[in-house]
């Protein structure tokens, strides 16, 4: 194995370290991507405004996530879209010890 399969063999040991540490810092939330326009799903049946939250965040799931000041949430989605991964890592995030980076 050359230097950069080496290099290439303590990154992964790293992450796999850190993963097995804190395996919620590896959590990659997915949902509806930040947009300033109004969005139309289902023939119109489905509207939804403009993203309310800072566009940093990139999408709805990780602004969920970033929002601190609510002390209840409630998420309603179609089924298998992740709510429960979602919840869960918000839980998470209020009730373990986190460093907010």
Not at 88 to 93: K, L, Q
Request: aromatic share 10%; proline share 8%.
């Amino acid at each position: 194995m050359g230097s950069d399969g080496k290099a290439l063999a303590e990154m992964a040991q790293e992450a796999i370290r850190r993963y097995q540490s804190n395996p919620l810092s590896f959590f990659l939330p997915h949902g509806r991507e930040w947009s300033d326009e109004v969005r139309t799903y289902a023939n119109g049946k489905l509207v939804v405004p403009p993203s309310s939250y800072p566009k940093k965040y990139g999408n709805d799931v990780v602004a969920f996530l970033n929002d601190w000041e609510s002390d209840l949430s409630i998420i309603i989605a179609p089924n298998q879209v992740g709510k429960s991964s979602a919840l869960v890592a918000w839980t998470g995030f209020r009730v373990l010890p986190c460093k907010p980076d």
